[in-house]
């Protein structure tokens, strides 16, 4: 239904704006004149009593000129409004519409010089006036249509966050009994003089609790998403010894900014590297770098890859965390991350940018 609704609206988009075209150019056509005529008035003695200036007859090479502001039309609001305006980069945004009239001027102008039409100033305000209109319509349809855009992506953000509650309530048991349980094991652990394994249980209690409660928040600070990451790295670390081959690296940087994030975007980065980077038959390594730069975050995790067998589960299910943080990323960070997954036959890279302004 959704998407047929939404098949309906750009069918509906593409009509209007061949209508609009079609009667902007019957109106160009049927009003518009360009070129310049100059008529002269002399008296019996060939001294010159009057002169007047005005415009001349409609030529085809003008118009073929003049359309030339449709491209730039879209240009504008396609794709100006979306990169520029939408940014907060108005500056910027106002001076391509600047350029984008100049240059429009410009064409149609060398276009009429080559009618051997006089160029006159009279002509120069009737293409500055024709520009800076079609312009400005297109600056206002470009901005009506990314505020649609907005609240259309605003409403399905909302879906699938109420969609999101819904699959983790259904998915929950009941957290007191279960954080009862932990501590159950946690005290015989620490009975059999176990360090490791208490270690482990509370790693693993602090990691629930994170995904129970604080995931129910839209942002977190980061400084809780870095904890939740060093937890399951420790978590992950129990199950090898130091003989094993392998490397973990996880460094921070921050220079004590502590903006906010939205939960677990990071962690399934992590998760698939933990999961396909390491085989403690061979080398095997885990870096993951973190750093906050101009209100940038910037976060890389690089592992090993080994071609080991995978189960019917595993090849069911795999790419599944991936997938569904890219569609957040694109549904909380549109226009504002970057995101390049690159591997080869023996690493895997991620690197992935957000703007947290």
């Known amino acids: 239904m959704n998407l047929k609704k939404t ?65 730039i039309f879209y240009l504008t609001a396609f794709y100006l409004t979306s990169k520029f305006y939408a940014t907060k980069k108005y500056l910027l945004y106002v001076l391509y519409l600047f350029l984008g009239v100049v240059f429009l001027i410009s064409l149609e102008l060398i276009i009429v010089s080559f009618q051997r039409y006089v160029l006159h100033s009279m002509m120069i305000r009737f293409f500055l006036f024709y520009n800076l209109f079609f312009m400005a319509i297109a600056v206002v349809y470009g901005i009506i249509r990314h505020q649609l855009k907005m609240e259309s992506h605003q409403e399905t953000l909302e879906k699938e966050k109420i969609k999101a509650e819904l699959k983790l309530m259904q998915s929950q048991i009941n957290p007191h009994f279960m954080f009862n349980a932990l501590n159950n094991l946690l005290a015989i652990s620490e009975r059999s003089d176990t360090p490791e ?52 690296n996880f460094d921070v940087i921050t220079n004590n900014f502590n903006p906010n994030i939205a939960p677990t975007l990071l962690v399934p980065f992590v998760e698939n590297a933990f999961k396909h980077g390491i085989d403690i038959q061979s080398e095997s390594f885990v870096n993951i770098q973190l750093k906050v730069l101009d209100n940038t975050l910037h976060f890389e995790v690089k592992n090993s890859k080994h071609h080991s067998k995978r189960t019917e589960f595993d090849k069911k299910y795999s790419g599944i965390g991936l997938e569904n943080v890219k569609k957040r990323l694109n549904l909380i960070y549109p226009n504002t991350h970057n995101l390049d997954i690159i591997q080869d036959e023996h690493t895997f890279f991620v690197k992935l940018n957000i703007d947290l302004v």
């Open 7 to 71: 098949s309906l609206q750009k069918s509906v988009e593409i009509l209007l704006n061949i209508i609009f075209w079609v009667a902007s150019i019957i109106i160009l056509l049927k009003t518009t004149q360009t070129g310049i005529i100059e008529n002269v008035i002399e008296d019996e003695n060939g001294k010159i009593i009057q002169e007047t200036i005005e415009m001349g007859p409609f030529a085809l090479q003008n118009f073929i000129g003049m359309i030339a502001i449709i491209p």
């Open 197 to 248: 394994t208490s270690s482990g249980i509370t790693q693993l209690s602090d990691l629930l609790r994170f995904m129970i409660y604080d995931t129910q928040a839209e942002k977190i600070l980061l400084s809780k998403e870095i904890e939740f990451i060093q937890n399951f790295i420790s978590l992950q670390q129990l199950r090898y010894t130091e003989t094993d081959p392998l490397t973990i």
